[in-house]
Nanobody, 125 residues
Framework: QVDLRESGGGSVETGGSLTLTCSAS????????LSWFRQRPGERREGVAG???????VYGDSVKGRFTISRDNAGSTVTLQMNNLKIEDTATYFC???????????????????WGQGSQVTVSS
């Protein structure tokens, strides 16, 4: 079982930057893959960034060029650097762990079974 702990987030003005960190612990933390998702009230969870077995790092269309995902060598800590934040980036951000097919579709929330507690990111004008 994997346990995910998120840190970071907060409030920032448009154009600002924030960093989210996800640390995985547990017996299977070094297997599978970690991705970032976000969810706005009343909306479905949206894939933000992840690591694809076939395509390497992948990003959601709305964050390309602004967000950067990275991970440590062990793959147990994943960081999401968010730059040039926009009001529409306001959401609760989740780190998630998946295995098998999840690592081929790292932006599909339905493939991920373990979720962090969520971190609020609020962008204001």
């Amino acid at each position: 079982q994997v346990d995910l702990r998120e840190s970071g987030g907060g409030s920032v003005e448009t154009g600002g930057s924030l960093t989210l960190t996800c640390s995985a612990s547990g017996s299977t933390r070094n297997t599978g893959c970690l991705s970032w998702f976000r969810q706005r009230p009343g909306e479905r969870r949206e894939g933000v960034a992840g690591f694809s077995v076939r395509h390497g790092i992948v990003y959601g269309d709305s964050v390309k060029g602004r967000f950067t995902i990275s991970r440590d060598n062990a793959g147990s800590t994943v960081t999401l650097q968010m730059n040039n934040l926009k009001i529409e980036d306001t959401a609760t951000y989740f780190c998630a762990h998946g295995s098998g097919f999840a690592c081929y579709t790292p932006l599909n929330p339905d493939e991920f079974g373990v979720w962090g507690q969520g971190s609020q990111v609020t962008v204001s004008s």
